[in-house]
């Protein structure tokens, strides 16, 4: 068993599909437990992998819930169990706990927790009042770290980036991911950690816990929100982009499936830290019409932030 975290953003799913690509006969089973009503995550790796089981709407960051544990068990009790069992974290959930669930059954056994660090956004994250005890933790419980995005990121960035991770995670192995690809061993428990024993490390102490509380006591899960929005209506590219490049200063984070006007196959789309992408995909189940575009929206965001970015969507749909 693998788990899988990071922050919103971090490149995760990016990540998984990497792993299946070069799955080389492994049989993979994918837990995907994403932050929202709608899953996206699961419907971009199922266009890698058959064998995907989703967990929509929980963040498993407060409490680890009954549909994880069950979901751990269906896997388990499976005549014919997969070689590899990955557990996609969402961006708020503590990996370490998602772990420390996974070791309860003796048919799994704990190869990594992996997480997936965005090194452009890393110093803004660690700063941010409402998110950066959260970061560090996340990145506490790592036995391995994945430097995303070191593209888009300047050289003594990177530099800060590695300094500002060993103090965090100093046993931790770290490896730079080039379009999320990274060697198979981090994944298949043959990579030298540095010697950090899982399970000796599962036993450890979880450390303060602040950041599952805001600091008027209510969880951080009540803070961060989402909303979706779908439309059987297809979109104006270029006013799309122009909508995502304008979100309110709450958004955290933003993804999709959308269907645009003059384009056969469906898009996906990701806002990260004010960067917008937006490219073509491959078909893919999702429980929505086929040509049905779905948007999902993360971050501290008011009624009236999701009232404006509903405003805007609808302007950008095609006539």
Known sequence: MVVVGGYLGAGKTTLLNRLLGNAAGLR?????????????????????????????????????????????????????????????????????????????????????????????????????????????????????????????????????????????????AVFRALQGAIPMSVFLDEADHSGRSAPAWLRGPRGSGRWQSMAGGAPLHEAIGSFSFRSATGFHKQRLKQVLRNMPGGLLRAKGIVHVQGEADAQEFHVVGGRVRVARMPAVTLSAPDQESVLVFIGCMSPDDRAQITRQLESALAA
């Not at 979901?71 to 997969?82: F, I, K, M, Q, Y």
């Not at 994945?146 to 888009?152: I, P």
Request: glycine share 6%; with cysteine.
């Open 28 to 172: 993979i089973a994918v837990l995907v437990n994403d932050f929202g009503e709608i899953n996206i995550d699961a419907a971009l790796i199922r266009t890698r992998s058959d064998d995907v089981i989703q967990l929509e709407n929980g963040c498993v960051c407060c409490s680890i819930g009954d549909r994880l544990v069950q979901a751990l068990a269906e896997v388990s009790d499976r005549e014919e169990r997969p070689d590899l069992l990955v557990i996609e974290a969402s961006g708020v959930s503590d990996p370490m706990r998602i772990a420390q669930v996974g070791m309860l059954d003796a048919a799994f056994r704990l190869n990594a927790v992996v997480v997936a660090v965005d090194v452009p956004q890393l110093q803004a994250h660690l700063e941010h009042p409402l998110v950066g005890d959260m970061v560090r933790q996340q990145i506490g419980a790592a036995t391995a770290l994945v430097l995303t995005k070191c593209d888009l990121a300047q050289a003594p960035d990177v530099q800060h980036a590695l300094q500002a991770l060993r103090g965090l995670a100093p046993r931790a």
